[in-house]
DNA sequence: ATGAAAGCGCTAACAC
DNA sequence: GTGTTAGCGCTTTCAT
């Protein structure tokens, strides 16, 4: 087995560079502009450490500073799951978050322990690991966020309601993206459009129902609350709840589905029924992920951009971190609307 | 903004409890069995501490004792690309290390400092940050694992050749994927087979090819240099390949694609060139990442258990880690071939 | 311009 | 059984 030689220290630098433990700390991380160190010893204690390959010891560096250039990661997962990455936008969010991350020095932490509630689980975030959590969509119904919040760390959000407790996050213009669905499926004619969507205690959803209804009776199409109904983001249910659908008296002409896990079940579902998409039944999904270009039919859809998301909710992260005097705003990054072959004029032959 | 408040020390708990700051560790922590602590005591520090909500400082007893419960992943990511889990093998290689880890109370971070070589990237692995270092699928070309090897942290690899630098790594069993793969397009009547394979530096591009041959002369069918070809595993340069396999003197009437990124690329060349998949051409694919199913027609493909290999690594990380006598085995994790619609017999109407 | 010394919060020998 | 005393490796006043 390779030996674990111990690795240099800062007085080992020191020694070989004749001088004590302070000045080569202070060469070594340019601090301290005022006290300043000839040009001789500088370079007697960079060549030192140089050739020792020195490298500062995080663990010490952070127990002195309270400083660990890390930033930790807490993934919303739904109770019961251990599901983090598994899916497209949790990856795409923490492609962002690394690449950030990465921009700034920070390494990143993902906090692996699963969160039981305010009490239980936020004090552990006082273990000095990391300088700042961000949180990635958790339930509406959890208690992280505002728990985190008594704890005094640097926080962040992507994808969730922190504005009344100040906290910076990041998501999709969610109003934005609905609007653009609406909107076009308005524009081919339909006026009976059901929308399934996720999860109920996800802010998505509340946000995403909302600007649906609003969006529709602007556009003066009424809004039937029997066309809505709602599986979770996985997609496991979406069968289930286009057949509740398309058993009302009224079929819709459209369904919004609140992703494209769900749209690809509807779309399953309705090729089992014989029933055509676009020509019987319009479908959009949302998020864009990769799967959406190649199912059949390719996918009307809404992108997110989540690398960008991800990276700005770890830059106001790292706001936080560098100065308390960060403000708490909610960035919403644009959508885009993405039209394939699953929509079409109402009534049409395609 | 919320205060940042300095959370509880043990010395806070000790003296809360009335005893000494040692007492109050060894009561924490378990340890030291030896010294035994009076039931009595025992709870009134236990009770202390549960009021304070304390939490021991990482960064201190990390110092101490040289364990920080973390371990670390590196990435390999392509030279000049800072993509890191984009793409569905790194993420469900990290979901299961994720869940290996969590549940060994260890957290996870991730490096993102980008690897230059092992003179100037390995040293920055003694910073102490963790415990030991996973990595995964670096490049063949990459000096990565040697460079970290001679560091002297506790190491294990995913999806590279590690044995001869002593190395516990995981891997899938890329030998049986592609014996399943040719023994099943043999079995239809293909003899005129083609390989398409990533990066030519990748590990498991060797394996492949080797295993692809072998295979292939071991059926009694004659292997073609000529039918030999590569792209990226992104699935860039995947039309061009196939296009010069197509343009060939003698066509293949089969082409495995060594993952399905690739297999997706040439079933869309195909299709732009009226080239009936599978009736004209056998696709193959690897990996089984969600679009496969999706893709038209949907894809034949060897499924990769990605969270066990991902999981399995991480134990033997942890394992390492724990004792210094944990062997470096090189572990195989059965495939599965999944057989969709974009593979029949040759010649066949379907 | 440099060094001495204290201390970050914890664990681990070693007394008592 | 419990307390005392050193560190772990680094940063940071404060002297000089």
Same mark, same amino acid.
């Given at each position: 087995?390779?030996? &674990?030689?111990?690795?240099?220290?800062?007085?080992?630098?020191?020694?070989?560079?004749?001088?004590?433990?302070?000045?080569?700390?202070?060469?070594? $991380?340019?601090?301290?502009?005022?006290?300043?160190?000839?040009?001789?010893?500088?370079?007697?204690?960079?060549?030192?450490?140089?050739?020792?390959?020195?490298?500062?010891?995080?663990?010490?560096? #952070?127990?002195?500073?309270?400083?660990?250039?890390?930033? #930790?990661?807490?993934?919303?997962?739904?109770?019961?799951?251990?599901?983090?990455?598994? $899916?497209?936008?949790?990856?795409? !969010?923490?492609? #962002?978050?690394?690449?950030?991350?990465?921009?700034?020095?920070?390494?990143?932490?993902?906090?692996?322990?699963?969160?039981?509630?305010?009490?239980?689980?936020?004090?552990?975030?006082?273990?000095?690991?990391?300088?700042?959590?961000?949180?990635?969509?958790?339930?509406?119904?959890?208690?992280?966020?505002?728990?985190?919040?008594?704890?005094?760390?640097?926080?962040?959000?992507?994808?969730?309601?922190?504005?009344?407790?100040?906290?910076?996050?990041?998501?999709?213009? $969610?109003?934005?993206?609905?609007?653009?669905?609406?909107?076009?499926?308005?524009?081919?004619?339909?006026?009976?459009?059901?929308?399934?969507?996720?999860?109920?205690?996800?802010?998505?959803?509340?946000?995403?129902?909302?600007?649906?209804?609003?969006?529709?009776?602007?556009?003066?199409?009424?809004?039937?609350?029997?066309?809505?109904?709602?599986?979770?983001?996985?997609?496991?249910?979406?069968?289930?709840?286009?057949?509740?659908?398309? $058993?009302?008296?009224?079929?819709?002409?459209?369904?919004?589905?609140?992703?494209?896990?769900?749209?690809?079940?509807?779309?399953?579902?309705?090729?089992?029924?014989?029933?055509?998409?676009?020509?019987?039944?319009?479908?959009?999904?949302?998020?864009?992920?990769?799967?959406?270009?190649?199912?059949?039919?390719?996918?009307?859809?809404?992108? &997110?951009?989540?690398?960008?998301? #991800?990276?700005?909710?770890?830059?106001?992260?790292?706001?936080? !971190?560098?100065?308390?005097?960060?403000?708490?705003?909610?960035?919403?990054?644009?959508?885009?609307?993405?039209?394939?072959?699953?929509?079409?004029?109402?009534?049409?032959?395609?």
């Amino acid at each position: 087995m390779t030996e &674990q030689k111990r690795p240099p220290t800062l007085l080992d630098v020191a020694r070989d560079a004749g001088v004590s433990s302070n000045t080569a700390s202070v060469v070594l $991380n340019g601090s301290r502009s005022n006290t300043r160190v000839s040009e001789a010893t500088r370079q007697r204690v960079l060549s030192a450490a140089a050739n020792l390959s020195y490298v500062p010891n995080a663990m010490a560096r #952070g127990l002195a500073q309270k400083r660990t250039q890390a930033i #930790g990661v807490l993934f919303g997962v739904a109770a019961g799951s251990t599901d983090y990455v598994t $899916n497209p936008y949790m990856a795409g !969010i923490l492609q #962002g978050v690394l690449e950030a991350a990465g921009d700034a020095g920070h390494s990143v932490t993902i906090y692996t322990q699963r969160w039981v509630n305010a009490k239980v689980s936020a004090p552990l975030f006082r273990d000095g690991r990391t300088d700042g959590v961000l949180v990635i969509a958790p339930p509406a119904t959890a208690d992280i966020l505002a728990g985190l919040a008594t704890v005094g760390i640097p926080l962040a959000a992507v994808a969730c309601e922190a504005a009344e407790l100040e906290i910076p996050s990041a998501d999709v213009d $969610n109003k934005a993206g609905v609007e653009a669905v609406v909107t076009h499926l308005a524009a081919l004619g339909h006026t009976r459009i059901a929308i399934i969507t996720g999860e109920t205690d996800m802010s998505s959803t509340a946000l995403r129902t909302l600007a649906f209804q609003t969006t529709l009776t602007a556009a003066g199409i009424e809004f039937d609350a029997d066309l809505v109904t709602s599986c979770t983001y996985s997609g496991a249910g979406a069968e289930s709840a286009f057949l509740g659908l398309w $058993n009302r008296q009224q079929r819709p002409t459209a369904i919004f589905a609140c992703n494209d896990a769900i749209a690809a079940g509807v779309a399953r579902a309705a090729r089992s029924l014989g029933v055509g998409i676009p020509e019987e039944l319009s479908l959009v999904g949302f998020d864009d992920v990769p799967t959406a270009a190649m199912v059949t039919p390719p996918l009307t859809t809404v992108r &997110q951009p989540l690398q960008m998301i #991800g990276s700005a909710a770890t830059k106001m992260l790292l706001g936080r !971190i560098a100065g308390d005097f960060y403000p708490a705003t909610a960035q919403l990054l644009a959508p885009e609307l993405i039209v394939r072959e699953s929509t079409c004029r109402v009534g049409s032959d395609r």
